[in-house]
């Protein structure tokens, strides 16, 4: 897969990911903006794995306790960006069809996220750590 078409397929993931997570919010029948809180998730999602990378040393082939605790903080950070919209459904303060579709827009984003670190995540000629 060329680097071109894996970047406009992930950038569409994202796009479309985006959409579902605002149609969670902001249709007319559920009009509640509580599932943004979730884009913090998003962000805070790739960033403990992108600081352990930096610090550990490729080379070794047993695991590494730095690289285990930051797969351990970064599935923290999603299964709480999963639990959020439902602890929000179950409080009443979104309806439940607003959370299918944010729970559907979580899962197309962190599987975009995902295919980005397994696209670009190679100390190839075109990758994410030049950015």
Known sequence: VSSVAALISLSFGGAVGLMFLMLGCALPQYNQYWPLFVLFFYIL??????????LVDDTDATSNACKELAIFLTTGIVVSAFGLPIVFARAELIYWGACALVLTGNTVIFATILGFFLVFGSNDDFSWQQW
């Open 45 to 54: 999602s790739p960033i403990p794995y992108c600081i352990a990378r930096r």
